[in-house]
Structures are given as structure tokens and as C-alpha cells.
Nanobody, 122 residues
Framework: VQLQASGGGLVQAGGSLRLSCAASGRTFSRYGMGWFRQAPGKEREFLAVINWSGGSTGYSDSVKGRFTISRDNAKNTVYLQMNSLKPEDTAVYYC????????????????WGQGTQVTVSS
């Protein structure tokens, strides 16, 4: 699976962005999908995960209630809707695919996109 993340950019605090992650291949629906981020000087942080059907989702405490993960298997795409953005959300955001179908740690994910930069100004 090859993943291509997009949708990052510069936004003011309180604003919204929607990230997209397009996957190649016919087996997208077999994978659980996740979003992570990494800020300069910090470790990669789990944000959200969605199972193969979209019926189950999970979030980190830092984004729960503000971010929403979703997927469209017909379009081979997973999304991350980000609302009420804060300056501390500034990071490179990565999508990832898990053949195990679920996970909250980067070790559970087998394939990674290239990352998209999100910058939130105060």
C-alpha cells in the first residue's frame, strides 16, 4: 500500500483543516488506518485510528472531541477533520495503514505516508 497525505497548510488558531490520505491498491479496505503527528524535537504521537469498515474509531485524549477520522473505501481515502485548532497542533501529520486492523502505537502500522505540514498560528 502506498499512501499520499495532503491538505496541510497554515491556519489561525480556532480554525479547521481537513487532511486526506489517498491509498493505492485494491486492498485498502483490509487495513485499519491511523493518523499520527510529529512536532520538532518530539516523538511521533498517535492521534486517531479507524477500523477497516469505519465502524470503530479511537482517539488520543489530546484531540478527542476536536478531530474526527473517517474513511471512504470506494475512494481509497481516509480523512482527518481537525477543528478548533491550537498552536500546539503544529506538526507534520502522517497517515498510516495497519494490516492488523487496529492500533494506537506506531509499531502496529506497516505503511506510512510522506507527511503533510500543519501550522497553526496564534
Amino acid at each position: 500500500v502506498q499512501l499520499q497525505a495532503s491538505g496541510g497548510g497554515l491556519v489561525q488558531a480556532g480554525g479547521s483543516l481537513r487532511l486526506s490520505c489517498a491509498a493505492s491498491g485494491r486492498t485498502f479496505s483490509r487495513y485499519g488506518m491511523g493518523w499520527f503527528r510529529q512536532a520538532p524535537g518530539k516523538e511521533r504521537e498517535f492521534l486517531a485510528v479507524i477500523n477497516w469498515s469505519g465502524g470503530s474509531t479511537g482517539y488520543s485524549d489530546s484531540v478527542k472531541g476536536r478531530f474526527t477520522i473517517s474513511r471512504d473505501n470506494a475512494k481509497n481515502t481516509v480523512y482527518l477533520q481537525m477543528n478548533s485548532l491550537k498552536p500546539e497542533d503544529t506538526a507534520v501529520y502522517y497517515c498510516a495503514a495497519s494490516s492488523a486492523g487496529w492500533g494506537r502505537d506506531s509499531s502496529a502500522f506497516d505503511y506510512w505516508g510522506q507527511g503533510t505540514q500543519v501550522t497553526v498560528s496564534s
